[in-house]
């Protein structure tokens, strides 16, 4: 092959690539597949496919060594470990917001916390309002608080360049903020009661982790191997084990141990001592000096890099193209068949966890981001307007994933937790449906 065929070819798989990223960094699609996945789990649920389906997750898959198994049901691992995948990506996310993005600064990002914990304090305010007098069910408050960021953000998009940037920018900033809240209430109150011996271990491996980051270990593998022993002991210590993603993410380091000044100097250096050393009529692997040149230059590349960084583009085609469609396929599935109608409408989790979303959660928002706006903490962002605001606000009560999470974990009673799963979808497809219009709306009456 000559020289010139394989930089066409090289390109060809680059371009293919950057055309994968793309794909599977938007969060249209992303929500596309979920909303697919969860239309799929409520047709099983109500058909003859219910039965073999609940087998299905319940069979136990794990690793056997002769008599000695260790194993959770195929359930299990979806939402306990496929899930702590997802939490380690929405970890990474928060750090970079934290590091580089919208939350370093406090004067821009004053805007969207206020707001997250005004679409937080306002459903739990809603929910305990139907249920602060059943013990049954007012554990559930946790449940209508969350915001899908990869739904709210992807009906978002739909709009294209009818909205302002800075609606974009506030909501994924709040989808963010609220994210942190949501991993603090899971951890602190929907954890069983903890192992104290497990909770030290899982306190001396995260010890580990940190040793890695300030000894400038840069190498993804040792992060991945000493973070499976964290969730491992996470998970036997009592509080959920999705939440050992997030304290890896922690541990990951954002920056590179390559002056990118130097490596400019370097790398080109290295490409003329690549391009001299290569013969075109001699097979490439009979090119000893060459091929190291090369195998120099890519190992460096790659570390120019940061850990964080690679780990973020890795997982996230893996997390939205697979996790979490495969939690709304096992958690979504709402059984209507044999359930009573009545008995559904005077469930208190239903209003509580609708209303939650739906009025709490844009009245929640636009509220505690009115206050801080009128005591001049922060001002709208550039070409915002409260109409604007107040339909991110609406978008914000579409609680998918998260609210479906935390509904398996706050409660006991099954009927509870389908209930609750119905009150969420029915809630997040009025408030994405309302909050689309709403902003669409309003770009019609500023195009006029």
Request: net charge neutral; proline share 5%.
């Amino acid at each position: 092959m000559t020289d010139s065929l394989f930089i066409d070819k090289v390109q060809g798989h680059q371009k293919r690539y950057r055309r994968f990223i793309d794909f599977t960094h938007s969060s249209t699609r992303a929500a596309f597949v979920m909303l697919l996945a969860a239309i799929v789990a409520v047709i099983i649920a109500n058909t003859p496919l219910h039965e073999p389906f609940e087998e299905l997750l319940h069979v136990e898959v794990g690793v056997f060594f002769g008599g000695a198994v260790a194993g959770m049901s195929a359930a299990h691992v979806i939402n306990d470990l496929f899930m702590a995948l997802f939490f380690l990506l929405v970890g990474l996310e928060i750090k970079y917001e934290m590091t580089v993005g919208e939350l370093t600064n406090i004067r821009q990002a004053i805007l969207p916390i206020m707001g997250a914990v005004g679409g937080v304090l306002a459903p739990v305010g809603v929910y305990l309002a139907f249920n602060a007098a059943s013990p049954e069910t007012a554990g559930g408050w946790g449940v209508p608080t969350a915001t899908d960021i990869a739904f709210a953000l992807g009906i978002l998009a739909l709009l294209g360049e009818r909205v302002p940037s800075g609606v974009r920018v506030f909501l994924s900033t709040l989808a963010v903020a609220d994210d942190i809240i949501a991993i603090l209430v899971i951890a602190v109150f929907y954890g069983h009661a903890p192992s104290m011996g497990w909770l030290l271990t899982a306190a001396g491996v995260m010890l580990v982790l940190v040793a890695l980051n300030r000894a400038h270990v840069y190498a993804l593998v040792p992060y991945l191997l000493v973070g499976a022993v964290l969730w491992y002991c996470v998970l036997m210590s009592g509080v959920h084990a999705t939440i050992a993603g997030v304290l890896l993410a922690f541990a990951i380091p954002t920056g590179s141990r390559v002056n990118l000044h130097s490596f400019m100097d370097w790398s080109g250096e290295k490409v003329r001592q690549a391009r001299e050393a290569f013969e075109p009529e001699v097979p490439v692997l009979a090119q000893g000096d060459y091929l190291d040149t090369v195998k120099s230059l890519s190992r460096v590349a790659r570390q120019v890099v940061p850990p964080a960084i690679r780990l973020e583009q890795r997982l996230h085609p893996w997390v939205y193209f697979a996790a979490l469609p495969l939690f709304a396929l096992t958690n979504a599935g709402v059984r209507f068949v044999d359930a009573s109608p009545a008995a559904l409408i005077a469930d208190p989790v239903l209003p509580g966890v609708m209303l939650g979303l739906l009025i709490g959660k844009p009245v929640g928002i636009m509220l505690l981001s009115f206050l801080t706006v009128k005591v001049k903490a922060a001002s709208l962002p550039t070409g915002v307007t409260w109409g604007h605001m107040l339909g991110a606000a609406i978008l914000g009560g579409v609680g998918f994933t998260m609210a479906i999470f935390v509904a398996n974990l706050a409660y006991a009673d099954p009927s509870h937790v389908a209930t609750a799963k119905l009150g969420i979808l029915l809630a997040s497809l009025v408030a994405g449906a309302v909050g689309f219009l709403f902003l669409f709306v309003q770009a019609k009456r500023k195009a006029k």
